[in-house]
């Protein structure tokens, strides 16, 4: 994964907050097709889009699956996109570890629905240009993605 | 610039807003009391067409009668052609009956369905890419895609319509004893308005298909001469297959085994089922074959009989005992090696006019729509002649239309509209 430096640390162009409800499959989800309706209106390349859409997504059902509540922030900055995403929930012990394909902690009930195939931070690490995550066990997890625009 | 397939006459139109308020990409407008059609909004479902009372919608399908400058025509029918008829007339007979209106000869677009569904097997075989695949065989579902959603053009299936296939089939089938000319002029027996041939879109000096007719304009012909003249064929029978399928939702998929596949057709859940798979919710779907009408092609806006009538007819067929021969394995391997299947062009993203590249702009563009639509009472009343206060909002910041188009904020704009609609004063105003 290419360095990137100083990436998103002024004032954002646009700053938008949304709130993930943890355990509500239901809207699980929502979060990111908003960000990503937005990404599409301020016009940004379809491929860029798409990485984001990924990356929205798996961290916002990463909360859905295992927080009790977290926000997601979306910045957009001249030469960069930032997602934040910060939960309350039980973090993660061992991050390189949940980095790993294939590595998963989910529920069966997480499976029937879908999720927990092992392959949500990979994809968010993947398709974001800088992937940074803080995670204090028992209290919640951090987590901080950069797509570069230019 | 590309043609329009959709026109409004206005000395048809009276502005009373039935097509405003149906239109699934907010692409139509009244202005002065008349409803005009944005060209790089639309996506041609023909929704408008079907709902206006006054038929101010007009398709650009061929009159049928101008096809006699034509010297040799060959009809293309879609599959939903052949249930449209009282269920006593075959499709043979159907077949029989458009040489007597017209036509030289008529290809069995149906068989041409079976080998692409063959081909879509293969391509789903092979395929390494993001999933799911996304049907292309519904123009208006491609249109919508191009304009809407253009990180999932790469998911199009690269491969040409039945239509198209059973055209160039016959074309290099000619043989030197043919009676048929080499320039014969295919026309394709269309239920939609979206698929009709387009000479600013490719095909050059030799368009696969020369011209198009509704299927609406053709019923009447075509049942007088059933209802009359049940005669000798004068054509082989046609091999009627399970390709009939494909005027219906899920015909596509027929020839697949074990993949995970959908359907969903009318383009409202064609919407739905676009942005869960923008999201990432279907990426473990091979195939989601769309439809933007309510039942497959079988509904499409040009067709005549009603849907669910047409919808048992067809199953009647499909369940007939069919004549179709076994496919040759072997030559539709061939051409799919060949390449015969696959489109030479893929499509390309529409972006909307007024759509900045820079992001600061589009940033402050944004900021624009979002002022202009707080002011606005978000009760969708329509008479800015933008369907909704959103798009109105939107219109504002891409420059294209004022706040004062609200009545909220202009009582001279509704000044205006009681001239246009000529609504008389109340007793005591009189």
Redesign the interface.
């Known amino acids: 994964m290419p360095a990137c430096d100083a990436e998103g640390t002024g004032k954002p162009l646009l700053r938008q907050g949304y709130a993930v409800q943890g355990g509500d499959f239901l809207a699980g989800g929502t979060v990111s097709t908003r960000i990503k309706d937005l990404l599409k209106e301020i016009g940004l390349s379809p491929a860029l889009i798409r990485r984001a859409a990924i990356c929205c997504y798996e961290a916002e059902m990463n909360v859905v699956m295992y927080a009790r509540q977290g926000t997601m922030t979306v910045e957009i900055h001249p030469r960069e996109l930032v997602i934040r995403v910060e939960d309350e929930g039980p973090g993660i012990p061992d991050v390189e570890l949940a980095m790993q394909e294939g590595y998963s902690t989910a529920t069966d009930f997480m499976r029937s629905r879908g999720f927990g195939a092992g392959m949500g931070l990979p994809n968010i690490r993947r398709n974001a240009d800088l992937l940074e995550i803080e995670s204090v066990v028992g209290r919640g997890t951090s987590l901080r993605a950069v797509i570069r625009l230019v | 610039m590309r043609s329009p397939t959709l026109r409004i006459l206005p000395e048809r139109c009276d502005g009373k807003m039935h097509c405003l308020r149906i239109c699934p990409t907010q692409a139509i407008r009244i202005r002065g009391g008349k409803a005009v059609i944005l060209e790089d909004r639309c996506v041609e479902c023909g929704r408008c067409l079907q709902v206006c009372p006054h038929q101010a919608v007009v398709p650009q399908t061929e009159v049928f009668a101008d096809l006699e400058r034509l010297a040799y025509r060959v009809a293309v029918p879609a599959p939903s052609l052949f249930a449209q008829f009282p269920r006593e007339y075959s499709p043979e007979e159907i077949l029989q009956a458009l040489s007597r209106i017209g036509f030289h000869e008529a290809v069995d677009t149906t068989q041409a369905c079976e080998w692409v569904s063959w081909a879509l097997r293969e391509f789903l075989r092979e395929y390494r890419g993001p999933k799911p695949l996304i049907s292309s065989f519904c123009p208006v579902v491609v249109r919508l895609i191009q304009i809407r959603y253009?990180?999932l053009?790469d998911q199009l299936i690269p491969l040409k319509g039945p239509e198209e296939v059973a055209v160039e089939a016959l074309r290099s089938k000619q043989g030197a004893d043919s009676k048929r000319p080499r320039d014969f002029s295919a026309i394709y027996l269309t239920p939609c308005p979206a698929r009709v041939p387009r000479p600013d879109e490719g095909g050059g000096e030799n368009p696969v298909l020369a011209g198009a007719v509704s299927i609406r304009d053709l019923y009447n012909p075509l049942l007088t001469f059933l209802n009359h003249q049940p005669d000798a064929y004068r054509w082989p029978m046609p091999a009627m297959g399970r390709g009939l399928q494909w005027a219906r939702r899920g015909g596509t998929g027929t020839a697949l085994q074990g993949e995970l596949w959908i359907n969903a057709s009318g383009i409202n859940e064609v919407i739905l089922v676009l942005?869960d798979i923008?999201?990432?919710?279907l990426r473990?779907t091979d195939y989601v074959e769309l439809w933007s009408c309510r039942g497959g092609c079988i509904s499409g806006p040009l067709v005549v009989e009603n849907f669910y009538l047409a919808y048992h007819k067809l199953m009647l067929l499909e369940q007939r005992k069919m004549q179709a021969p076994p496919l040759n394995m072997e030559q539709l391997r061939k051409w799919y090696q060949q390449g015969r299947f696959t489109v030479e062009h893929r499509p390309r993203?529409v972006?909307p006019p007024g759509?900045?590249?820079d992001?600061?702009e589009?940033?402050a563009?944004?900021r624009a729509?979002e002022q202009a639509q707080s002011l606005f009472p978000m009760i969708n009343c329509g008479l800015c002649g933008a369907p909704d206060c959103q798009t109105l909002a939107d219109d504002v910041a891409r420059g294209q239309a004022a706040v004062e188009y609200c009545v909220f904020h202009d009582r001279g704009h509704l000044q205006e509209l009681k001239d246009i609609y000529r609504l008389p004063g109340r007793p005591e105003e009189r």
Not at chain 2, 278 to 281: A, D, L, Q, R
């Open positions: 253009p990180s053009i942005e923008e999201s990432g919710k473990d993203a972006a759509t900045e590249t992001l600061a589009a940033i563009r944004r729509r």
